[in-house]
């Protein structure tokens, strides 16, 4: 089945230590995007890819970074630098101009 | 900019009744408006979209949305609420003019009493 699916689905980073979150889609779509959520705030845009071998800085990139090396695979680190990053986080996918189509998300706890 | 606001938190409604979940939006020029929905611990799922045409949008589990123009509103609406419609809703707009990602609200939080 064609879809997004995002890794570990839980994980526990201590403080100081960068922690890498897969996401991979095989619905062949060009645009795929991180957010993160946090009670109450909604989704926020972390970064975003529109085409392989580029990406743009969201609302929220400090602390974070990302590659996207395939059309397929879109991974996220969440770096020491990231001064709060536990959070619910969300890889999505779109093909141009249509709905987003989201992973199951990935649940970062910090220890 | 685009904005999208969510004015409940927290929505509470009578299995069987209809439900209502607000949002109005703000663009600088045309838009395309979203409904997800997401359970917990969940991704978020697609339930409607306007992109043009029909001011009533049919989606996903019957719900649907009117998209109000004057008032900047796309409310999304169910005729007879059940149990399992309790969750978490998002709309979310994109300026057609803009790029290719959504602007999400906060979210509001049904909950359908039985």
């Known amino acids: ?111 | 900019a685009q904005s999208v606001a969510q004015p409940e938190d927290q929505v509470n409604v009578a299995e069987g009744n209809p439900l209502t979940v607000k949002c109005t939006y703000s663009v600088s020029g045309n838009p395309y408006l979203f409904w997800y929905v997401q359970y917990p611990n969940r991704g978020l799922q697609f339930l409607l979209k306007y992109i043009t045409g029909d001011n009533l949008v049919k989606g996903s589990y019957g719900f649907e949305a009117e998209f109000n123009k004057s008032q900047t509103s796309f409310h999304l609406k169910k005729p007879s609420a059940l149990v399992s419609d309790s969750a978490l809703y998002f709309c979310a707009v994109r300026d057609r003019a803009g790029a290719n990602n959504l602007f999400f609200g906060t979210g509001t939080r049904l909950t359908v009493i039985p």
């Open chain 1, 1 to 111: 089945d064609g879809g997004i699916t995002q890794s570990p689905k839980y994980l526990f980073r201590k403080e100081g230590q960068n922690v890498t979150l897969s996401c991979e889609q095989n619905l062949n779509h060009d645009a795929m995007y991180w957010y993160r959520q946090d009670p109450g705030q909604g989704l926020r845009l972390i970064y975003y890819s529109q085409i392989v071998n580029d990406f743009q800085k969201g609302d929220i990139a400090e602390g974070y970074s990302v590659s996207r090396e395939k059309k397929e695979s879109f991974p996220l680190t969440v770096t020491s630098a990231q001064k709060n990053p536990t959070a619910f986080y969300l890889c999505a996918s779109n093909p141009e101009a249509g709905e987003l189509f989201f992973g199951e998300g990935s649940r970062l706890t910090v220890l």
